[in-house]
């Protein structure tokens, strides 16, 4: 089964770590992608830009209405995502553990609709 493992974090916390705290953490992500990659589970990773750099856009009445930033204000922003192929939630779950933003953040671990749903 496919997993999103959806990594939140706060932009103000990450914001204040210095430079030396910050490289570290990129090089743990480093560590744990080549990981998963070696593990056979890996389908994708991206890192996400700031929320600022975000637009949400709606449709009412017929109308495109677009926002800039998130839908929502929260403590915790979404930062980027790893998908996966695992075959129990328990292996998901042990993945998302090891990602370094679980630390100060969250990862939601959520399956993804098998066929024919996203065909």
Known sequence: MKYLLLIYQSETAVGTQDDEMRKAVLAEYGAVTAEVKASGHYL?????????????VRVRDGKTLTTDGPFAETREQLAGFYMIDAEHLDDAIAIAARIPSVRFGSIEVRPIWPPPYCE
């Open 44 to 56: 994708a990773a991206e890192r996400l830009q700031p929320i600022a750099t975000a637009t949400t």
